[in-house]
């Protein structure tokens, strides 16, 4: 079965501190992965993305996620966190090589960046 | 726009009462999708629209919800006799052919059934 597990429901860090959101997946083909980022009364915003290449992937407002293969894991790591940074991150999977189709999102982890 | 709009933003409805939701694509995008995003949770699959393929239908939680598209352009979603458990939170996303695999989300229109 296709699912994308995210296992921290909630997580609080200190402002300045390092961040690390947790995500594992099951997908029958080589999957696509995406991190999302929705903030309150906000749609989702894309963060950052992996298709191949290179397993450390860079996105927008200095997060970065890791690919390993062998864990079936794709977890998005943030060296120092600002409090902007409060808001719910999701995991998701989609079809690779091209296609187009549904993603599988994962249940979502809220951030709290504590002062 | 540039980007994906939904409307209304905001819908309040009594229980059977039946709702449209609408979605504005990004202009020239092929691909449209509907996802609904219940209170704590993630996003769930409803249906998807590829240019004029027929649509991926599988997500539709039950005969009540039904969508439409006309060509690459605006599509509705529509809710019939709505139930408690409809409220949720719809988003629309579009996607291009050149960059299939990087959907593009609305800021979604929150539903709520009393």
């Known amino acids: 079965a296709q699912s994308v597990t995210q296992p921290d429901i909630h997580i609080t860090v200190s402002e300045g501190a390092s961040l690390e959101l947790r995500c594992n997946y099951s997908?029958?083909?080589?999957?696509?992965l995406f991190w999302y980022v929705q903030s309150p009364g906000q749609g989702l915003q894309l963060l950052l993305k992996?298709?191949?290449?290179?397993?450390l992937v860079q996105g927008i407002k200095g997060f970065e996620a890791e690919f390993k293969r062998s864990q079936s894991s794709f977890n998005l790591r943030k060296p120092s966190v600002h409090w902007s940074d409060a808001a719910e991150y999701f995991c998701?999977?989609?079809?690779?090589?091209?296609?187009?189709?549904?993603?599988?999102f994962g249940q979502g982890t809220t951030l709290q960046v504590k002062p | 726009g540039a980007g994906v709009s939904q409307s209304p933003s905001n819908k309040v409805t009594e229980k059977g009462k039946d709702v449209e939701l609408r979605c504005d694509p990004i202009?020239?995008?092929?691909?449209l999708y509907w996802y609904r995003q219940r209170l704590g949770q993630g996003l769930e699959f409803l249906i998807y629209?590829?240019?004029?393929?027929?649509?991926?239908k599988s997500g539709l939680p039950s005969d009540r919800f039904s969508a439409e598209r006309t060509g690459e352009s605006v599509s509705t979603l529509t809710i019939q006799r709505t139930q408690q458990e409809d409220s949720a939170v719809y988003l629309c996303?579009?996607?291009?052919?050149?960059?299939?695999?990087?959907?593009?989300f609305g800021p979604g229109t929150r539903l709520t059934v009393l």
């Open positions: 997908y029958g083909a080589t999957p696509y």
């Open positions: 992996y298709f191949s290449g290179d397993t």
């Open positions: 998701a999977v989609g079809p690779g090589s091209g296609n187009t189709g549904k993603l599988i």
């Open positions: 202009s020239g995008h092929t691909a």
């Open positions: 629209f590829q240019g004029n393929s027929a649509p991926d």
């Open positions: 996303a579009s996607s291009s052919r050149d960059r299939a695999n990087e959907q593009f």
